[in-house]
């Protein structure tokens, strides 16, 4: 078997990756940089974890992932758009800039659409596969201090639904898993903050996720659990989404 999870050097994605290599697959682990939780895996997993920088804003990196599967692999079981940043600087909708929108959502956004587009030959060719998104609980809920992030994760949900519509008919489901507040670098400068949120009570399960939690979600759709499931999401954020009166 054999996974392309992006963004899998640090947080949620090495978390989700590691799940995948305790199952054996073979993990194709791309970021911009490596790093030495990466190192980690591939003294632990040996000749499973399948480093490649890659910039998922970028054509050429997409490009020459897609073509490091083909000529390594030539057909994918599992792919993971995990791969997603925080704006640069939190800003107001009112102040945010072209350039500020552009940055963001050229990685969230048309990164993830268009590794999978370039990846779904291989995702086809695999007769039976899956694609799960990694979006967020800001698909559906307005921060006005970074809107460019939520309009990034609220195209995820559209692009999963997309992806599911055209492919289902060569066998590849596409998952959404919506992640709700989790502990990773992304949100170390927030923490304190969503700490106290938690601990008011804007979440029923008073915690912050940690990456396994998600990593769980990711586990049981490459297990098959979810196979009659397709444009589906999984909300994996304490029970976030519950109103609560
Ligand atoms: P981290 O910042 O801890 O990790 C982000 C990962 O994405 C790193 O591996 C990073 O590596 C990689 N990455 C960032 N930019 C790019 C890029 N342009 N091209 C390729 N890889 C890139 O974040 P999390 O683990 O917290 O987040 C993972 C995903 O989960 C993201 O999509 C995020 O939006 C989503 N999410 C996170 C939540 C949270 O509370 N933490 C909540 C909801 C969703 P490198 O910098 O080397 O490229």
Redo the contacts with the bound molecule.
């Keep these: 078997m054999v996974a392309v999870v992006?963004?899998?050097?640090?947080?949620?994605?090495?978390a989700i990756a590691e799940e995948l290599l305790k199952k054996d697959y073979d993990v194709i682990i791309?970021?911009?940089?490596k790093?030495d939780e990466v190192r980690e895996l591939e003294n632990t997993y040996i000749n499973k974890v399948h480093f490649l920088p890659?910039?998922?804003?970028v054509d050429e990196d997409r490009k020459n992932l897609a073509s490091f599967v083909g000529e390594k692999f030539k057909k994918l079981d599992l792919l993971v758009n995990?791969?997603?940043?925080?704006p640069r600087e939190r800003k107001d909708i009112l102040e945010i800039t072209p350039d500020d929108f552009d940055y963001l959502t050229d990685?969230?956004l048309k990164?993830t659409f268009f590794v999978t587009q370039a990846l779904t030959p291989y995702l086809i060719a695999n007769g039976k596969s899956r694609i799960v998104n990694?979006?967020?609980?800001?698909a559906y809920t307005a921060s006005v201090n970074r809107g460019e992030y939520c309009i990034s994760?609220a195209g995820i949900s559209m692009t999963t639904k997309l992806f599911a519509a055209r492919l289902a008919e060569y066998g590849v489901s596409v998952i959404e898993v919506r992640?709700?507040?989790?502990e990773?670098?992304?949100?170390s400068k927030v923490k304190e903050k969503y700490e106290k949120l938690i601990s008011e009570g804007i979440t029923p399960i008073k915690r912050m996720?940690q990456?396994s939690d998600v990593a769980k979600c990711v586990s049981a759709v490459a297990d098959g659990n979810f196979d009659f499931c397709t444009g589906t999401v999984i909300d994996c954020d304490g029970g976030f989404s519950v109103r609560c009166l």
């Design positions: 992006t963004g899998g050097s640090r947080g949620i994605g090495k791309t970021s911009r940089k790093s890659c910039d998922i804003s995990n791969a997603g940043c925080a990685i969230n990164g990694i979006s967020s609980m800001s994760k992640p709700g507040i989790i990773t670098d992304m949100t996720g990456p």
